[in-house]
């Protein structure tokens, strides 16, 4: 009877309708997804209207670092994922109980480094990105608080990766929707019934990133299923752990340079003041719930191409590509609609006054159009990374959000010096990227992996 509750919430998607598949398999993560960008998002809306501009500077100004070092995780995360996925479709269950073991121990060695890493270089991290004095302190305040509990996080999205690479989708969502809901409540108690500042936000993300991550836990111990977590006797594979960083490593790689990227990018942005900073602080979060559809139907593609690749069956794993990226551009168009009608609005949620509004809006009128090229990026660089190869999508992704991007800021900083011209880096890197992308889709040879 376990067995039978356990393959229901797998899902095998090598067999069955591509684009009902897809779609089923899709939904739950643009959900977990929605949840998981709430932590921060909720963290800025009530620090933003409580604490004043400052405050939503702070804390919009260490998203850039936090991503850094948690991109190099998620990366190798990614390489585990795919080995998860492939052994999966290939019906290899020894293999795939040693990679879960495998994965755990990684985990739990990275939570230790990124832990001590992240408090001890908080000050130099932010003294690169120029921060403002008016703004530092909380900064740091808030960034020391995240990474003493940043365990929370990696266990969780490791667990979370493991569910989803076996095609299980749904319960990391509700995991998800539970923490979401803690950390809401938890925001509202501690920063304005116990004025516990921006400390208090930091607090709240973290107590509920270690809940979820306390659930996931649970759940790998006690499924039935051949990725089940099995404690006594764990060691790693080192076979396997040579595959998952072969793989992984490039998408590592790749993140936390581009995030480290970012952290230039928004030293360019702090040079314009603390009213900029907020309203680039509100454009982001949104911009992220705007990212989310075509991340999320990446992540499916990366599943879907992994299980089909392991189970040799190519022609399935191409037309599931095709289908995600019709996916993605479809939700992509109709929630730029939205956008564009109640931008004023959305800005307002993070902070009235009318210079961060104003700079929030003109941002997000900037960049909305663009979207619709970011998918081709975000669908196709996912394919090839559930097929294996992880190293095309790292060179191009590098070569455009952080070496094209930083040679772009440099030039225009320089030249025309204005807000727009440098917000567009970002938009123009998506647009080389995409194109670039599709050119080593087109070109990849499947047989050989």
């Known amino acids: 009877m376990q067995n ?19 779609l089923l398999f899709a939904l739950p993560l643009m959900a977990g997804n929605l949840f998981q960008q709430l932590y921060n998002t909720v963290d800025s809306i009530v620090v933003g209207n409580f604490l004043g501009k ?4 702070a804390v919009g100004s260490v998203g850039p670092v936090i991503n850094s070092l948690i991109g190099f995780f998620m990366g190798l995360s990614t390489g585990a994922g795919v080995v998860i996925s492939q052994y ?19 985990t739990f060695g990275f939570c230790g ?3 001590l890493v992240g408090i001890w ?20 305040d808030y960034l020391r608080i995240y990474f003493a509990g940043v365990s929370g996080l990696l266990i969780y999205n490791m667990g979370s990766g493991i569910l989803r690479a076996v095609g299980d989708s749904r319960r990391p969502l509700y995991f998800l929707i539970f923490s979401a809901g803690l950390n809401t409540g938890l925001d509202l108690l501690l920063v304005i019934a116990f004025r516990m500042g921006i400390a208090g936000a930091a607090y709240a993300t973290v107590f509920s990133q270690c809940l979820s991550a306390v659930l996931v836990l649970l759940v790998l111990t006690k499924t039935t299923g051949d990725y089940r977590i099995v404690w006594r006797g764990m060691r790693p594979d080192c076979g396997i752990l040579g595959q998952i960083v072969g793989i992984g490593i490039p998408t590592a790689v790749q993140q936390t ?16 003041g603390s ?10 979060k949104i911009d992220m719930f705007m990212m989310l559809p075509m991340m999320s139907v990446g992540l499916a593609a990366t599943t879907f191409v992994g299980q089909n690749f392991g189970a040799g069956n190519i022609s399935r794993a191409k037309k599931g590509t095709w289908a995600a990226f019709g996916m993605s551009v479809a939700v992509t168009a109709l929630l730029m609609i939205p956008l564009i009608i109640f931008a004023p609005w959305l800005v307002g949620l993070f902070n009235r006054e009318p210079g961060v509004v104003d700079y929030g809006c003109r941002l997000m009128y900037l960049m909305s159009p663009f979207y619709l090229v970011c998918c081709v990026n975000q669908v196709f660089a996912s394919a090839l990374r559930g097929a294996g190869n992880t190293r095309a999508p790292m060179i191009v992704m590098l070569g455009s959000f952080v070496v094209f991007r930083q040679i772009y800021l440099f030039i225009a900083s320089r030249t ?5 011209v440098v917000a567009l880096g970002y938009p123009a890197g998506w647009l080389v990227c995409s194109i670039l992308i599709l050119i080593c889709y087109k070109r990849f040879r499947w047989e050989r992996g």
Do not use: H
Not at 7 to 15: G, H, N, S, V, W
Not at 129 to 135: E, G, H
Not at 416 to 420: C, F, N, V
């Open 4 to 22: 039978a509750i356990a393959a229901k919430k797998e899902r095998d998607l090598t067999e069955g309708p591509i684009f009902r598949q897809l």
């Open 54 to 57: 400052e405050a939503l500077a």
């Open 88 to 106: 999966y479709g290939a019906k290899e269950k020894e293999k795939l109980s040693r990679t879960v073991q495998t994965m755990v121990l990684m």
């Open 113 to 115: 480094i990124f832990t």
């Open 121 to 140: 270089f908080t000050p130099q991290m932010l003294r690169l990105m120029s921060t403002p004095a008016d703004v530092f302190t909380e900064a740091a």
């Open 257 to 272: 340079v581009t995030s480290l990227s970012n952290v230039f990018v928004q030293s360019y942005i702090n040079f314009f």
């Open 275 to 284: 009213d900029v900073m907020a309203g680039w602080s509100a454009c982001m």
């Open 416 to 420: 025309a010096g204005t807000l727009t």
